[in-house]
């Protein structure tokens, strides 16, 4: 496809005569453009590497490629571009740039572009830095035109600095030794233009010769000579860190030692500053009158030269900046709060599961009744063989039974209940119980539970010494299902979930606000009506300052110390869901199309690989981890609101007591007290006889 293209092109400028444009006969007949065209190409193959060469030029000087300048240069491919003279190059027709966009495709790193109007030129200029058509850290060959050094295409030569300019002076008439010659210019970075675009000669071709055989194009981004750089930044943990002092802020972070590391290899010095009400614009979103506000706006604008604020590898951002190389990758989640189930009031039923004290209470119905079915048996047993002897003795069975120590302890079902579970709680039996049977079950009985009340204790110590259990969201799903309205900063980020394929990253969308304070969206988490949205990193360090500032209060204000202790009890716990919704790559910005930008990503690969990010992360963090370490560590001791079973136990003992207490008075005052049998002065007289009747 490529080669038909070039066949059609050569088509084109074989029936172009040379002389079909007189507007540069002088030039045309010496073919002295063509001649350094030849040198300066032949040059570029020797000394850099060329994979493809982009021709743009107008009819006018088309017939400088219709000579020897292909066979005496190095075989290299070529997309040719040819434009109309009246053709606007700020909104080019199709044909042209699908060209452009070719060219752009197969890599061509080196644009030579003649045309003869420096205003189309300019326009060209415009139009592929504004849509990235044109490779801007490309090499450039252009003709020098005073128009393209207006004022307001300074902020081209900022991005486009691999270009030599080549300026024609004619043979000075009357002057034998005279000869027509070309002056070759760059632009002067990394010195920056001030008022006045001012080119810098880099070398005189002259009688098919290089005059001073200089680099043509050494890289300028390797030593900027101390130039100073703008660099706005936003106070985002753990990429910038901003401490306050009284005076002055202390900066540090990542992205500032990444920055240090920066300015000491290509030797430029940092301008630190942040852009316009930067607590409120932040990154900075699109205006109504298609202006950036916030840290993009100033890179979008030209006022800054490296952007660092925790900028993350998107669409979004890499069509407004240049992005360097990703130095991490975080997890962006969100910060949610924790339940408030409190279930200090079920401490004493929390050592066991419910199968488990399902199991005890069978057990211990079980045990009761055989217990009570072996003492009928040795009560039957005592009736029966009184029964075989007098008759008249057969009476006195519960004298006889009475005066066996041990079976009126389980003669009834209730009391084998009561002592069975007496000796679940450890308590001993009022008497040794009679019956070898009963004997060998209560031993065997005993060692079951010392087992069990070894198990409940130390289940037990465990709780009590530990935190309590926390009820946390820790997916999407239960994200969704809280009913919590989610939030987070800026309208990309509502639409990135907006446009999710993810049925619940849709849901979320669809409920997701936007807030601008993190502080603001921590303390709507803590209501429990809130789940904000940023990387893990930030979310642990407005979650850990938002604790500790409770401890910040001032020990003389006993009063506001009292109102936010309450404040805080009252308040739930945050934290941070443990699935990541997306792990997102982290860049430092450069402004668009920046020459800095190749160099700066080897520097940034060689950081990453000897392990100074990581390094510098975890100093960045290590205050806020130390923080969060403490406060676990306060949780984790014994309060009385661990007790709080202990005392429901002990108040439902006393109910039911009372309750008891209160049918034992009806029953013997309504009762007892209106029995005609009723003797108050010989009660024993009085339940012998009752229990005969029985």
Request: charged content about 20%; overall charge neutral.
């Amino acid at each position: 496809m490529l080669l038909l293209k070039l066949l059609v092109v050569w088509t084109s400028i074989a029936a172009v005569r040379p002389d079909s444009f007189p507007i540069l006969k002088d030039i045309h007949e010496r073919r002295e453009l063509e001649y350094v065209l030849i040198d300066l190409l032949n040059v570029l193959t020797k000394n850099y590497e060329v994979t493809c060469m982009s021709i743009i030029c107008d009819e006018v000087y088309l017939n400088v490629f219709s000579g020897a300048l292909f066979r005496r240069t190095a075989a290299v491919p070529f997309v040719m571009t040819v434009v109309e003279d009246y053709e606007d190059l700020l909104s080019p027709n199709f044909v042209t740039l699908e060209s452009l966009r070719e060219a752009r495709k197969e890599g061509c790193n080196v644009y030579v572009i003649l045309l003869a109007n420096g205003l189309q030129a300019a326009r060209l200029l415009r139009f592929g830095d504004r849509h990235r058509i044109l490779d801007t850290r490309a090499k450039y060959i252009m003709l020098h035109d005073f128009r393209l050094f207006h004022s307001d295409l300074h902020y081209i030569w900022r991005r486009i600095v691999n270009i030599v300019f080549l300026k024609y002076h004619k043979k000075i008439i009357g002057v034998a030794k005279s000869k027509a010659w070309f002056e070759l210019s760059t632009v002067p970075f990394p010195n920056p233009i001030k008022g006045v675009f001012v080119p810098r000669r880099v070398d005189i071709w002259k009688n098919e010769n290089f005059h001073y055989n200089r680099p043509l194009f050494m890289d300028k981004t390797n030593n900027l000579n101390g130039e100073v750089l703008n660099v706005v930044y936003l106070d985002h943990v753990p990429s910038v860190v901003v401490v306050k002092n009284n005076v002055t802020n202390k900066i540090g972070g990542v992205e500032i030692e990444i920055l240090h590391t920066l300015s000491e290899k290509m030797n430029f010095k940092p301008r630190l500053y942040q852009s316009p009400n930067a607590e409120m614009h932040k990154w900075g979103q699109k205006q109504s009158n298609g202006s950036f506000s916030g840290l993009l706006g100033e890179m979008v604008n030209g006022g800054g030269d490296v952007a660092l604020g925790n900028l993350q590898y998107t669409p979004y951002h890499l069509e407004l900046t240049d992005l360097s190389l990703p130095y991490t990758s975080q997890c962006w989640t969100f910060l949610t709060p924790e339940a408030l189930t409190d279930n200090s009031w079920k401490t004493l039923i929390l050592p066991f599961k419910l199968y488990m004290w399902i199991a005890v209470l069978l057990v211990l119905l079980i045990t009761g009744t055989i217990f009570y079915g072996l003492a009928r048996y040795y009560m039957n047993l005592q009736e029966f063989k009184k029964g075989q002897g007098t008759s008249s003795k057969s009476k006195q069975v519960i004298e006889e039974y009475d005066a066996k120590p041990g079976l009126y302890l389980f003669g009834e079902i209730i009391n084998s209940i009561l002592y069975t579970y007496g000796m679940l709680l450890v308590v001993s039996l009022p008497r040794l119980p009679t019956g070898w049977s009963i004997r060998l079950l209560t031993g065997w009985y005993w060692l079951y539970c010392i087992l069990l009340v070894v198990s409940y204790r130390a289940s037990m110590t465990a709780i009590l010494a530990n935190p309590a259990p926390r009820v946390t969201i820790d997916t999407l799903q239960e994200l969704v299902d809280s009913k919590v309205t989610c939030g987070g900063w800026g309208t990309e980020t509502k639409k990135f979930f907006e446009d999710s394929l993810d049925e619940f990253g849709q849901k979320i969308g669809e409920k997701f606000e936007t807030i601008d304070d993190p502080t603001q969206a921590a303390n709507k988490v803590a209501q429990g009506v809130y789940a904000y949205y940023d990387n893990s990193d930030f979310l642990k360090y407005i979650s850990v300052r938002r604790k500790n500032a409770f401890l910040d209060v001032k020990p003389d204000n006993s009063t506001n110390a009292t109102e936010v202790t309450v404040k805080q009890d009252a308040e739930r716990n945050l934290h941070i869901m443990s699935d990541c919704v997306v792990n997102i790559p982290i860049s430092i910005g450069f402004h668009k199309n920046s020459p800095l930008k190749p160099l700066a990503d080897i520097y940034m690969r060689r950081v990453v690989e000897v392990g100074l990010v990581e390094k510098w992360l975890n100093d960045a963090m290590h205050p806020i981890r130390v923080l969060e370490t403490n406060e676990d560590e306060v949780k984790a001791l014994m309060n009385l609101k661990k007790l709080y079973g202990a005392f429901i136990a002990l108040g439902i003992g006393y109910f039911l007591s009372g309750v008891c207490l209160v049918g034992e008075l009806v029953h013997w005052h309504f009762i007892v007290k209106k029995d005609p049998n009723f003797d108050k002065y010989a009660l024993d007289l009085y339940y012998k006889n009752k229990n005969k009747k029985h």
